[in-house]
């Protein structure tokens, strides 16, 4: 299974990607991130002030106005 990073506030889907059997990893800093396959953000801040660094080379999804299952999805379609 994928190593999957997860922003905290996203609780709802850290539970879900783990029973599916993923590695999931808390998403506190970059480099968190930096031995990610795929992260999962809550769009909350996203691009803040316009600026981005691309830290992952794998997917990320973002989880604004969805649900776990949704999200678990989106993730599963990336890895099949």
Do not use: W
Not at 18 to 37: N, T
Not at 58 to 73: E, F, K, L, S, W
Request: aromatic residues 2%; glycine residues 8%.
């Amino acid at each position: 299974m994928a190593r999957i990073g997860v922003e905290g506030t996203l609780s709802d889907v850290k539970a879900a990607l783990m029973e599916m059997g993923h590695e999931v990893v808390d998403l506190k800093s970059a480099e968190d991130a930096a031995y990610c396959d795929c992260c999962v953000i809550s769009g909350q801040d996203k691009d803040l002030m316009g600026m981005a660094d691309t830290i992952i080379s794998g997917p990320v999804i973002n989880a604004q106005g969805t649900n776990a299952a949704a999200v678990c999805d989106q993730v599963n379609q990336k890895f099949s």
